[in-house]
């Protein structure tokens, strides 16, 4: 098991850049896939971005492959969203989940750890 704290959410404009980040406390976080998925208010929680344990596999959501960039560091247990062109349907409570395996991913599986999210909210 793996604990998950996001941060970097806020208020932006559109255009703009943000980046989010998810510490994770934990010895095995470097042999876990990592999520980022995002939830408004009303609605179903959205996939958006995935990472491999090795950093290297990724995986985007349409709606923000080009402008959102998924990244790790595992010598920090850290986890990284860094969103461009922030549009106003971006607007949504980001989580960030972790996988026991890429292959628990790839089929579709719900993540088993999730962090507390954090509100980001883009002004037009």
């Known amino acids: 098991q793996v604990q998950l704290v996001e941060s970097g959410g806020g208020l932006v404009h559109a255009g703009v850049s943000l980046r989010l980040s998810c510490a994770a406390s934990g010895r095995t976080f470097s042999t876990y896939a990592i999520c980022w998925f995002r939830q408004v208010s009303g609605k179903e929680r959205e996939f958006v971005a995935a990472?491999?344990?090795?950093?290297?596999?990724?995986h985007y959501a349409d709606s923000v492959n080009g402008r959102f960039t998924i990244s790790r560091d595992n010598a920090k247990n850290m986890a990284y969203l860094q969103m461009n062109s922030l549009k106003p349907a971006d607007t949504a409570v980001y989580y960030c989940a972790a996988h026991s395996t890429w292959t628990e991913f790839v089929r579709g599986k719900n993540p088993q750890d999730w962090g507390q999210g954090t509100q980001v909210t883009v002004s037009s």
């Open positions: 990472i491999h344990w090795n950093g290297r596999n990724t």
